[in-house]
């Protein structure tokens, strides 16, 4: 078997190594500054801003955003958890590639694989100035390393310590990573008004119990919070003149913090926000129904930055076309997820169209784990001592007990509670998309590629 420091030498010969210029090249110098701001939110799930539908938590800081930019409606992360997520963004390159397989912090301790370049070193080899304020979480620091680090504070705080980064005269342009650490659980709301529960429904793959419409609302407020740093950075940016030559990106890292959503492959915990500006397109206020994730994030800041690169060099591709037009080829993507805690040991990997979703459970012999802070949410603490066969749309047995294939026609059964891959009419479609989630497997050379010889 392959042990880590071959495979790392494998990824390395695939990704081939980047040249850059010491500066910014001569093309980039002459549209002036390319300055890059990645906003980070921890655990923000899909349809939970205005801009994305939700007519109950405030967020006019995104809101603003989607108004000046493009708003995506099929973005995903490829993997539903802190670490592995930050990684792909940070890389280009999938979690199983990297290295990241789960948590970076405290007895988890999952590190990075040695040998690939992420994406503040090279845009520090290029002449950027990077700074990461607030939630880092991926390790080595040497694989990520940013030459200014700024410590978590709130949102509006943090915001505005970086207003001298902002505004500095000199000629190197920013990439600011800006991640705070709302709505992460226990959620944190210090200056909103507190958001009534009586106003919260649940979504159907939650319970609608008045524990949970509790739950929802704490976390309401917290997003707000998280929501008020974006809004201070805009609003920095237009006093400084930087809002004119600042690439602005919005994501969070992996869906909402309830059981359902976070460190599952289901849409809740995997399908996310994401609003992007670039300052040089002409048509703003867009939607674009492009096909991206995570992996995608880095491609795309390199491009606008007029970083080179070549083919090889991540699994993603850049959608920095998809800010000024449309983007057209873009209808699958694809998801792996390894660990969350130490504890949470569940690989699974993904091929999810326009249309359908096959999940395939390398480990559907075990139970499915739960992380620590979802497992002691009221919403799930209220569920246990209550009991019942649902939770939410979905069988509670069906959850704990998942089989090796999961498969769902999203346009019939956008909860994923319908499982066809064991019906006679489906087995064409279930071969056509295991066919390309093993082709996947080997094209990123993933580790888990020899459980395919169970088949």
């Excluded at 958890?81 to 979690?95: A, D, F």
């Excluded at 993904?350 to 139970?367: D, F, P, Q, Y």
Aim: hydrophobic share 35%; aromatic share 10%; glycine share 8%.
């Amino acid at each position: 078997m392959m042990n880590r420091r071959d495979f790392i030498k494998g990824v390395g010969a695939g990704i081939g190594a980047m040249t850059v210029a010491q500066n910014l090249p001569a093309s980039a110098r002459a549209a002036g500054k390319r300055n890059v701001l990645l906003y980070v939110a921890d655990d923000l799930g899909m349809d939970l801003a205005g801009c994305y539908g939700n007519t109950i938590v405030r967020t006019p800081g995104v809101d603003s955003l989607a108004k000046e930019g493009v708003r995506f409606t099929q973005a995903f992360c490829t993997t539903p958890s802190c670490s592995p997520s930050r990684s792909v963004l940070l890389t280009g390159l999938y979690n199983h590639a990297n290295g990241q397989y789960g948590l970076a912090h405290g007895y988890n301790h999952f590190v990075s694989l040695p040998g690939f370049k992420s994406l503040p070193i090279r845009l520090a080899d290029a002449g950027y100035r990077t700074i990461c304020a607030g939630k880092f979480h991926v390790e080595p620091e040497a694989a990520y390393h940013f030459q200014e680090t700024l410590q978590p504070r709130t949102p509006v705080k943090l915001a505005e310590q970086c207003r001298a980064i902002i505004a500095d005269p000199s000629e190197k342009p920013f990439f600011l990573y800006f991640c705070p650490t709302e709505p992460h659980r226990p959620f944190k709301r210090e200056t909103s008004k507190p958001v009534d529960p009586k106003d919260v429904t649940p979504p159907p793959y939650l319970p609608d119990t008045a524990a949970c419409r509790e739950d929802l609302a704490e976390y309401y407020g917290s997003i707000e919070q998280c929501d008020s740093g974006l809004l201070r950075l805009i609003e920095i940016l237009k006093e400084t003149g930087r809002w004119d030559d600042t690439l602005i990106l919005f994501v969070s890292d992996n869906g909402a913090p309830f059981p359902g959503a976070k460190t599952t492959l289901y849409e809740p915990g995997v399908r996310l926000p994401c609003v992007a500006r670039d300052p040089g397109a002409k048509e703003t206020g867009r939607t674009s129904d492009a096909m991206i994730t995570w992996a995608d994030i880095t491609p795309t800041i390199l491009e606008y930055a007029g970083v080179p690169g070549k083919e090889g060099d991540f699994h993603g591709r850049s959608f920095l076309p998809a800010l000024s037009g449309d983007l057209a080829g873009r209808d699958e993507v694809f998801l792996s997820h390894t660990f969350h805690e130490i504890t949470m040991y569940y690989p699974m990997r993904c091929v999810r169209t326009r249309r359908h979703k096959l999940i395939w459970n390398i480990a559907s012999g075990l139970e499915f784990p739960y992380a620590r802070d979802l497992y002691e949410s009221k919403t799930w603490q209220d569920f246990l001592a209550h009991g019942g066969e649902f939770y939410g749309k979905r069988k509670i047995a069906a959850y704990q007990r998942r089989p090796r294939f999961e498969l769902y026609d999203l346009e019939a059964d956008p909860w994923e509670t319908e499982n066809l891959a064991e019906r006679p009419e489906h087995q064409e479609l279930l071969d056509a998309l295991k066919k390309k989630l093993r082709a996947f497997s080997k094209d990123t050379r993933d580790p888990w590629v020899l459980k395919w010889d169970r088949e």
